[in-house]
């Protein structure tokens, strides 16, 4: 088969409205899309004001903010202060340490988004932490369809944010009865995550929600939508380097995790405190009892 289906798991995150997310990577049934390392969808929500997340560190890694509707307001330790809308893209890369929230503001229509992780390589998993915001993004008509590359280079379209590892990221608007095929390299890992509509990927059914993997190897993706379909198109080249990620943290070993989070607990300067209208911050979980192991 030329893809396969990843149903994803609810998860229910930390934060002061309890909010749920439908997470497909990483799942028992998918550990990475290349250096794609977490894919949550959340929504559509009515409750635009529902998403109140306060300060938490990140380490190790960048987080791709990206909205289909709504707005979200991020704040950070390095000083930003950024709204995001649909069509725009934050990146921000974790490195040695930094703190953020996001709180959504209320809008008449819904909200609806995708938070994604990309794993640093360890030449600058360590380095000083950065943001951007990036509202100038690629976008390209390919016949019925329509395609903003946010992240890396598709269909010879460059997204602005930096990146640190060869992927790419792109949402895909396809209208119902219509198809496009994205010419991908063979060396790449693909996910299509539908998050609106029905479409056949690869001539494989994925459902509103599902996420269709395909393996190294395939030449080209095509999305036949069988109802108006969005989806989010991630790649890249298989990240060969062991992880253990826990918590908000990516990191290559027990020990830095421990002491990640030891700098959070004690409000360190690798995690400099910040403002924002929602105070307090997400105290971390305790540690398991058993070791954590670095997984490929
Ligand atoms: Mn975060």
């Not at 992880?243 to 990191?251: C, G, I, P, Y």
């Amino acid at each position: 088969m030329s893809a396969r289906i990843v149903v994803p798991r609810e998860v229910v995150l930390t934060t002061r409205t309890n909010i749920s997310v439908r997470r497909s990577v990483p799942h028992r049934d998918l550990r990475r899309i290349g250096a794609w390392i977490f894919v949550d969808h959340f929504g559509p929500t009515t409750q635009t004001d529902g998403m109140v997340v306060a300060a938490h560190p990140h380490t190790g890694l960048q987080t791709v903010t990206w909205l289909f509707e709504g707005r979200v307001q991020h704040r950070d330790s390095i000083g930003s202060v950024q709204t995001i809308e649909p069509g725009q893209v934050n990146f921000m890369t974790a490195g040695h340490g930094i703190s953020h929230s996001e709180i959504s503001v209320r809008t008449d229509g819904q909200l609806h988004a995708v938070q994604l992780w990309l794993a640093l390589p360890e030449s600058v998993r360590d380095q000083t932490p950065m943001f951007e915001h990036e509202a100038e993004l690629p976008v390209l008509r390919i016949g019925d369809a329509t395609v903003t590359v946010f992240a890396g280079s598709l269909l010879g379209a460059t997204s602005p944010a930096t990146m640190f590892t060869d992927s790419f990221g792109a949402e895909v608007l396809v209208p119902a009865g219509s198809s496009i095929t994205i010419p991908i390299d063979p060396a790449h890992e693909i996910g299509v995550l539908v998050v609106e509509g029905e479409a056949l990927v690869n001539g494989v059914t994925a459902g509103l929600t599902e996420l269709a993997f395909i393996a190294p190897g395939e030449t080209s993706v095509t999305i036949d939508a069988i109802g108006d379909t969005r989806v989010v198109l991630l790649g890249g080249t298989p990240f060969t380097e062991r992880l253990v990620m826990w918590w908000n943290f990516v990191a290559r070993s027990h020990d830095e995790i421990r002491s990640m989070r030891t700098d959070w607990e004690s409000a360190s300067n690798r995690f400099p405190e910040f403002a924002d209208d929602i105070g307090g911050r997400i105290p971390a979980p305790e540690l398991p009892n058993v070791t954590l192991q670095p997984r490929g």
